[in-house]
T-cell receptor, first 112, second 110 residues
């Protein structure tokens, strides 16, 4: 199994809503990541988890809250988002932090 | 500061017209360089890993090469289905994250 699975594929939410994005991998990778991508831009790193511990937070606003319940799962909890947070949210994993990334297919998020 | 620059930003080719995409890097310690292909609204798909100058990798119509300062992605006789954004990313010594270039948007017209 060489897949990173993300759900949902699409999400529309209001600025007062709370929602969560989910990511799962079964490759035995010890690092998992959240990236945000705007149209015609490269992926922008948000968070890195290494061995289930948060190792990098790229000064992301607190309305984004990551969680790594175990080595296979990664969540991103969303609360009180702004319209400018609308983007493609990508999960990725790698064998160790900083190595080749395997990406999921992403969640297209629209904040109204 | 570690920097990765891709050129051109966008490229339009006719079907069958071969060309090359460039990824130049200025980094403190290169461990590896990766090429990805990304279709609109999808996650990047891994293509190649290159570790040392002089290394080459091939897959169908694509060939990636690496020097001490840059990498090229050569596309030979492209087809419309090769249209995508191509991203390069650099793995650094001791770093927990990759450094991405801005990408090249490739369009192949039939």
């Amino acid at each position: 199994d060489t897949e990173v699975t993300q759900t949902p594929k699409h999400l529309v939410m209001g600025m007062t809503n709370k929602k969560s994005l989910k990511c799962e991998q079964h490759m035995g990778h010890r690092a998992m990541y959240w990236y945000k991508q705007k149209a015609k831009k490269p992926p922008e790193l948000m968070f890195v988890y290494s061995y289930e511990k948060l190792s990098i937070n790229e000064s992301v606003p607190s309305r984004f809250s990551p969680e790594c319940p175990n080595s296979s799962l990664l969540n991103l909890h969303l609360h009180a988002l702004q319209p400018e947070d609308s983007a493609l949210y990508l999960c990725a994993s790698s064998r160790e932090a900083g190595e080749k990334l395997f990406f999921g297919s992403g969640t297209q998020l629209s904040v109204l | 500061e570690d920097q990765v620059t891709q050129s051109p930003e966008a490229l339009r080719l006719q079907e069958g017209e071969s060309s090359s995409l460039n990824c130049s890097y200025t980094v403190s310690g290169l461990r590896g360089l990766f090429w990805y292909r990304q279709d609109p609204g999808k996650g990047p798909e891994f293509l190649f890993t290159l570790y040392s100058a002089g290394e080459e990798k091939e897959k169908e119509r694509l060939k990636a090469t690496l020097t001490k300062k840059e990498s090229f992605l050569h596309i030979t006789a492209p087809k419309p289905e090769d249209s995508a954004t191509y991203l390069c990313a650099v793995q650094l010594q001791g770093a927990q994250k990759l450094v991405f270039g801005q990408g090249t948007r490739l369009t192949i017209n039939p």
